[in-house]
């Protein structure tokens, strides 16, 4: 591919999915073959790994060590956090979140999910679903990834059989059709000999479906954010400041939805209807926005709007309260106190808030609910928030920006939980 | 809404540009450092990432003035071109410039060297450091990109860094949707990486979208080198041929800037952005692999600095 190619082709954005799977599934191989096969590599990078390679398994190149980035992680030959991988093709930008699926690392699929426009789930065609093909699936479907992958891997191993394949899908489907997703494609493939995955190889002509790469690269992006304008204020440009004489500029970023000048919208929480006098980027005025542009909106009224603030369409029900049901994903090994003091993070407001006793914890691997009086590390339960001033929100399965929040522990300033509003 | 207007509405939706997405996404973090921090600062080396930095603050924040001071930590050791390139774009954009100087950590006997040749490139973090505690900064931006090196995939957005300016690579603050945490005691900053998703290529296309200046060795030129190790190392006065190395005058550019000691040009006649973009898009070597001898001493070099507050 050359270069011109690369820069004069349509320009079809940015793609971010995410990668979960167990330590012998094959995702590291799986990762390090999109990289290595869409040329993403670099000859530096190939001779460390060839070198790493000789030293770990005597012979072969093992594309899996491509992704091990800590110290510790090569230590133990795990991986431990969440890494983020970039490729392109001459259609689209990739940003990969790698994330370990151990149980223990519950965390780190949902900080990979929370951002992810579709999720990868390796199964190994020799094992089938296991359970934590599953509880990978439920993680992305509660993150709300609209579409979801599901990779059966190894198909090498099983003599790229098609009953195989065929199996394993009609035993997913069944537990696919409990969760929400947009849509779910079914991939055999093999990351070690790199069929399908790029290349189509000619070992499995009864597959007529896309590669993985065609399908990541058609893939719908903006996740389930449609609907109604969300836009939380940053800053507040003062007049002088704001490029338009005599009037505040509020500077944010259009988290969903579309804005165009003469628009009626609405300050939340305080609840005051305005309509949209101009709006303006670093190059000048512009006529109209959408997600995800960063811009500086200018008001017809001098209303009293501050960071925190929400300016919001009229096309969509926001709830004004000071509290609500959440799904609770707790991310510190500093268990949920009741009555603690706790600061929740919503939009580009911070307010105080106090946590109830979790109403039920789901057991990740049966996806039972269960009794409990706390969440620990890892734990997911539905709990009920209570702030300490009003929010302006809709259920998280109707917009990503305005129903996710983080909780931080005031002393600490940790973040010890993801949650998303009921 | 159902899941077939909801289909419709995505058809409909149109897509950002990749340069347009990345870019709205560090005016973002930008945004965020100005509404949540104290006192921040943004760091700039002259290099071709701080450029790219400096052209998003303008967008972030213009016409209103930066609400950050610039910051500069000098080796002593840097290529004169980019010194030159810093304080002409300070005073371009009217911006204030702090400068401390690995120099002044020699003399007051906050840095000691082992050879007075050494790279003074680890030293960096002493001096940078105690600029954060003598202005207080709670926040340090910087051009860092998470495709630079192995260790930097793990980074963070917003990244915290301890009272002693140390990076706990495995106790990290998880960071989800854009709910940044920010926070910190006193004494405790947060280092803030806007460009994290860009890579190599992305940078050197917004350089050409943008028309940004750069200084002028990131662009081809004549200059003395020798070979050693499988790199170009440039001679200078700081850094002259050893025994037996022969010196060659060869057409070359830099990549990345950065201590002259440790930073080496590769071999490349392109002298515009464009060509540039060309020779980037077909590149076969990463940025730091050919360019930097810190980063080849071992395969976590780049990690362990990072422990201990380096950039």
Same mark, same amino acid.
């Given at each position: ?31 390090? /073959? ?57 259609? /689209? ?13 519950? /965390? ?252 039920? /914890? ?61 | ?87 002409? $774009? ?29 790279? $003074? ?23 860092? $990109? ?5 260790? $930097? ?59 940004? &200046?750069?200084? &002028? ?80 001493? &071992? ?13």
């Amino acid at each position: 591919m050359s270069a011109i190619e690369k820069i004069d082709l349509a320009d079809a954005g940015v793609l971010r999915f995410t990668t979960a799977g167990s330590v012998d599934d094959g995702k590291s191989t799986l990762i390090g /073959r999109l990289l290595y096969d869409t040329r993403s590599i670099f000859e530096d990078q190939l001779s460390a790994l060839e070198r790493a390679s000789r030293h770990r398994n005597g012979s072969g190149l093992d594309l899996s060590l491509l992704t091990d980035g800590l110290i510790a992680e090569r230590e133990q030959g795990i991986t431990i956090d969440v890494a983020y991988r970039y490729f392109a093709t001459p259609r /689209r930008k990739f940003i990969v979140a790698d994330t370990p699926g151990h149980e223990q690392y519950t /965390r780190n699929m949902v900080t990979g999910a929370s951002t992810a426009d579709l999720a990868i789930v390796l199964v190994d065609a020799r094992k089938g679903i296991a359970s934590q093909s599953r509880r990978h699936a439920y993680i992305a479907g509660l993150l709300r990834i609209p579409h979801l992958v599901i990779a059966v891997n190894k198909m090498d191993l099983v003599g790229y059989s098609r009953q195989a394949f065929e199996r394993i899908r009609g035993a997913f489907r069944e537990f696919a059709a409990g969760l929400d997703f947009r849509r779910v494609d079914y991939l055999p493939l093999s990351a070690l000999h790199g069929d399908m995955v790029v290349e189509r190889g000619n070992r499995m002509p009864w597959y007529h479906g896309e590669t993985l790469l065609e399908t990541l690269e058609t893939a719908q992006t903006a996740g389930s954010d449609v609907g109604g304008l969300f836009f939380p204020v940053q800053l507040v440009a003062r007049p002088e400041e704001s490029g338009y004489a005599g009037r505040r500029g509020y500077r944010g970023r259009v988290e969903s939805g579309a804005i165009r000048v003469g628009d009626a919208v609405t300050v939340l929480p305080a609840g005051r209807a305005t309509r949209v006098h101009g709006i303006r980027v670093f190059e000048g005025a512009i006529e109209a926005a959408h997600a995800p542009q960063s811009v500086t909106l200018i008001l017809e009224d001098p209303l009293d709007v501050s960071r925190g603030d929400v300016i919001a369409g009229p096309d969509r029900q926001y709830q004004v309260t000071r509290g609500f049901d959440a799904t609770l994903c707790w991310l510190a090994q500093e268990p949920l106190a009741r009555g603690r003091r706790y600061l929740v993070r919503h939009g580009t407001r911070t307010v105080k808030a106090l946590l109830a006793e979790p109403a039920y /914890r789901v057991n990740v691997n049966t996806l039972d609910r269960e009794p409990t009086d706390t969440l620990a590390l890892n734990d997911i339960g539905r709990v009920t928030v209570r702030t300490g001033e009003p929010l302006a929100w809709v259920p998280y399965r109707e917009s990503r920006a305005a129903g996710s929040f983080i909780v931080m522990d005031e002393s600490s300033n940790n973040t010890v939980a993801a949650g998303m509003i009921e | 809404m159902n899941l077939a207007a909801e289909a419709r509405e995505l058809a409909r939706a149109p897509a950002l540009a990749h340069l347009d997405w990345l870019e709205s996404e560090a005016v973002y973090v930008l945004r965020e450092v100005a509404g949540e921090c104290a006192t921040p600062a943004l760091l700039f080396s002259g290099g071709k990432d701080s450029a790219v930095l400096l052209r998003l603050a303008e967008k972030a924040f213009r016409p209103a003035r930066f609400p950050f001071p610039l910051l500069h930590i000098d080796t002593g050791h840097n290529f004169p071109e980019v010194i030159a390139f810093r304080d002409r $774009r300070a005073a371009e954009l009217s911006e204030r410039l702090i400068v401390r100087s690995v120099e002044d950590s020699i003399r007051t006997g906050r840095v000691r060297l082992a050879r007075p040749d050494e790279s $003074r490139n680890p030293h960096q973090s002493v001096t940078l450091l105690d600029a954060v505690a003598e202005f207080a900064f709670d926040a340090l931006v910087g051009g860092a $990109r998470r495709d630079e090196e192995k260790s $930097r995939a793990k980074e963070r957005i917003f990244s915290f860094r301890d009272r002693f300016g140390q990076w706990a690579p495995r106790n990290q603050r998880p960071e989800l949707w854009d709910l940044y945490n920010p926070r910190v005691h006193r004494g405790e900053h947060v280092r803030v990486f806007p460009i994290s998703n860009w890579t190599e290529l992305d940078v050197w296309q917004y350089i050409a979208r943008e028309r940004l &200046s750069l200084p &002028s060795i990131y662009f081809a030129h004549r200059r003395p080198v020798v070979r050693r190790r499988g790199l170009l190392v440039p001679v200078t006065p700081l850094t002259p041929p050893r025994a037996g190395e022969a010196v060659e005058d060869l057409s070359v550019r830099f990549r990345t800037v950065g201590d002259i000691t440790c930073t080496c040009p590769v071999e490349s006649a392109a002298a515009t952005v464009e060509e540039i973009i060309a020779e980037t898009a077909a590149a076969r070597v990463t940025e730091r692999g050919a360019t930097r001898m810190d980063d080849q001493t &071992s395969e976590a070099s780049m990690e362990l600095r990072k422990r201990e507050g380096y950039f």
